[in-house]
């Protein structure tokens, strides 16, 4: 069966830092790989997703980039973290949605705190 | 521009009232839709799409082409459907997988 991990689960960051977070997905090949933050009143915006190693879409300019150096690795960089990058990030995985009717799968998600 | 509408960030609800949420689209083309859940302290999942036509937790929606809406309903609310709740479309074709700001749900024993 195919399972996400997602760490760390939280982390506190001094306000210009650099970010790594890492997402790894098991039992699957050639995913779609997803980054979301997760705020109050703002939903769950989609940062960035990938459907290959090396492709990346963004889709918000902000103080973020992502990475997908292996088929089933995603990481979400800074590197400078600002107060406002806090939140809850989440990483999700999908088969390909350009054939239809494909949940997407979630992982635990990251409390980050910039202090 | 594609987007999806979820108006009402939070509904509070007593136990055992109907709960509606709602959902209006703006995509070209025909999406399928879904309905995602975040349990407190539990993943999003998915609760239940619209190409299956099933009750889930006693959930249902259904897709309105001409009013490009996928409102999820339930005809007596629990305790246990307090979540937060999103909608997202999918659009054969396209891998963006976007979701709407969703709808804090509170059930009121």
């Known amino acids: 069966s195919q399972t996400i991990h997602q760490w760390p689960a939280t982390l506190v960051q001094p306000v210009g830092s650099p970010l790594s977070l890492e997402c790894t997905v098991e039992?699957?090949?050639?995913?779609?790989l997803y980054w979301y933050r997760q705020a109050a009143g703002r939903g769950l915006q989609l940062l960035f997703y990938?459907?290959?190693?090396?492709?990346i879409s963004s889709e918000v300019p902000q103080n973020l980039s992502a990475s997908r150096p292996q088929d089933r690795q995603f990481i979400l960089s800074s590197k400078k973290l600002l107060l406002s990058d806090s939140g809850f990030y989440l990483c999700?995985?999908?088969?390909?949605?350009?054939?239809?009717?494909?949940?997407?799968?979630f992982g635990q998600g990251t409390r980050l705190t910039v202090v | 521009a594609q987007r999806v509408t979820q108006p009402e960030k939070l509904l509070s609800v007593f136990k055992g009232a109907p709960v509606e949420l709602k959902c209006n689209y703006s995509y070209s083309g025909s999406p399928e839709l879904f309905w995602y859940v975040q349990y407190s302290r539990q993943r999003l999942q998915l609760l239940l799409r619209?190409?299956s036509r099933e009750s889930i937790k006693g959930f249902t929606a259904d897709l309105n082409k001409g009013e490009t809406s996928f409102h999820l309903k339930k005809p007596f609310a629990q305790e246990e459907d307090s979540a937060m709740y999103y909608c997202a479309p999918n659009v054969y074709g396209n891998n963006r997988l976007a979701f709407g700001k969703g709808n804090q749900v509170v059930v009121i024993p």
């Open positions: 619209h190409i």
């Open positions: 999700a995985w999908s088969e390909r949605l350009d054939r239809g009717n494909t949940e997407a799968f």
């Open positions: 990938s459907v290959g190693i090396g492709q």
């Open positions: 039992g699957t090949s050639n995913p779609n």
